[in-house]
Each structure stands twice: as C-alpha cells, then as structure tokens.
C-alpha cells in the first residue's frame, strides 16, 4: 500500500502541471469589441457627474483635481473604482461631451496583487501607449443595437 502511493505520487510529479500562469504572453484573449480601461480626457469634461448617476456597480464618484480647466470650474472629475466595475460601457455611453472612453487593450495592465491599485484617479485614467480608442459613444449606436420606427409596430428599422 505504501510503495503504490509513492509510486503514484512519483508519477504525478514528473508530468508537466496543467495549469498555466496568468497572463498567458503566448495568445491574448483579443476581439474587436474588447472593452479595456477607461481613458478619461479632462480638457472635455465638465464634471457633470453623469458617469456617477448612470453606473450601475458604483463604481464611480466625482473627486477634485489640481490644474486649470475652463470648462470644468468646480474641477470634480470621475475617479473609477475598477475592482467594482463591470466594464459595462454605460459611463461612455451617457457622457455627453464624450470625455470618456474605453480602450481595446487586452486587460493585463489591470492585473495586480494589490486591490488598492485598481482605484484610478482621473490623473492616472490616461490614455497608454500601447493602446487605441475605438470604444467610444458611437460603439453603443447602430448596428449593435435595434432601432423600431414609431407608429409601424414591432417592425424593425434596418
């Protein structure tokens, strides 16, 4: 009984393991509608706090920050809890002045060990260098969603 339980054992240890350590670098997990981090242009924000009102995780509350925006005078901008937010997209549909946006980064930027990392303040939600725009307002419109005439039914619209 002892010498098969080491025997298993020995066996067990000299196959590879199956689980693999995050982030795999070989083939990141990559579509065109792959919503990454935030990206938050101050000089287009007035602090409406539209983004606050509209989150459904609240994920985001309206903080102070140091510097000159004209358009923004009593300069309270977004600072985006990531470890509550659900990357739904509702902030970015709703801004009005489309001063926020998300990336089509793959997400390793926003892996970490600590939980304090993940509140960005509006500072910190610039745009990366490795990264593009493409989720904007206009993503949330035609054609990913149905758009019906009024007054003929249930009849779609294409």
Do not use: W
């Not at 689980?19 to 579509?31: A, E, G, L, N, S």
């Not at 990366?128 to 149905?146: E, Q, R, V, W």
Request: hydrophobic share 30%.
């Amino acid at each position: 009984m002892v010498v098969a339980s080491i025997s298993n054992s020995l066996k067990y240890l000299l196959r590879k393991p199956y689980t693999r350590q995050v982030p795999r670098i070989d083939k990141p997990f990559k579509t065109p509608v792959t919503r990454g981090s935030h990206v938050l242009d101050m000089l287009k924000c007035t602090g409406c706090s539209m983004c606050q009102q509209v989150c459904p995780a609240n994920a985001i509350d309206m903080v102070t920050a140091d510097g000159d925006y004209p358009q923004n005078p009593r300069k309270r901008f977004p600072r985006i809890d990531l470890h509550k937010c659900t990357f739904c997209g509702l902030c970015v549909e709703y801004c009005p002045f489309n001063a926020l946006s998300m990336t089509t980064a793959t997400g390793y930027e926003l892996f970490t060990v600590d939980k304090s990392t993940l509140l960005r303040q509006p500072i910190e939600l610039k745009l990366l260098s490795n990264a593009s725009i493409t989720i904007t307002k206009s993503y949330f419109t035609l054609p990913y969603s149905k758009s019906y005439q009024q007054g003929s039914g249930d009849k779609e619209v294409s």
